[in-house]
């Protein structure tokens, strides 16, 4: 299997998701305000959650695709993901990201750190020319994050995600490859 490793900071790195990490996941992904703050994890996250997980980042390695989902690890151990969701066609020069990461490193600026490394390869590596972050308008963490990256905001989707029976706000972060 394909393995890939970009150093963020001395003790932060990017890398494939391993079989090894379903510990990690079940571990980070019970609690409830990852599940709060993100629209594609479900709660409560089960072992077949995580399995369907790693079988499909598996499936892209093996398919010789572009790696562009990562794990965040600090040392071996897995403590987050991050990456980018393709876009196709006319607007395959933009991808969305996404990210999350286990509540005992929230408030670190860990996360900083990895959007930063995450526009560097998305720009450089991928061949982006915008990246996107939908954000809950609740979330001021990430909305941090994004700022200091340099995304801009640039509108509110009203009512955009319909999430435990709620509709809710998306605040749209964008940044350029020029910015």
């Known amino acids: 299997m394909r393995t890939v490793c970009y150093a963020v900071s001395p003790e932060i790195s990017l890398t494939e ?3 090894g990490d379903k510990p990690a996941f079940l571990e980070y992904l019970v609690e409830k305000e990852i599940y709060d703050f993100t629209l594609a994890i ?5 072992e077949d959650d995580a399995d369907e997980w790693i079988r499909l980042n598996e499936e892209r390695l093996e398919r010789e695709a572009p790696i562009t989902t990562f794990a965040i690890r600090q040392g071996d151990r897995l403590i987050g993901c991050c990456g980018f969701l393709e ?17 005992p490193h929230w408030g670190k600026g860990i996360m900083s750190q ?4 995450l526009c560097e390869i998305g720009f450089k590596e991928l061949g982006f020319f915008r ?11 990430s909305e941090r994050v994004l700022v ?8 509110v989707l009203r009512s955009h995600y319909l999430k435990d029976g709620e509709y809710r706000d998306a605040k749209i972060f964008a940044r350029l ?3």
């Open 17 to 19: 998701i391993r079989r």
């Open 42 to 46: 479900p709660h409560p996250y089960k």
């Open 87 to 103: 876009a196709q066609g006319p607007m395959k020069h933009t991808s969305e990201i996404g990210y999350w990461i286990g509540k």
């Open 114 to 117: 990895v959007v930063s490394k």
């Open 131 to 141: 990246l996107t972050a939908h954000i809950f308008s609740h979330n001021g963490r």
């Open 148 to 155: 200091k990256n340099r995304f801009k905001q640039e509108g």
């Open 177 to 179: 490859k020029t910015d």
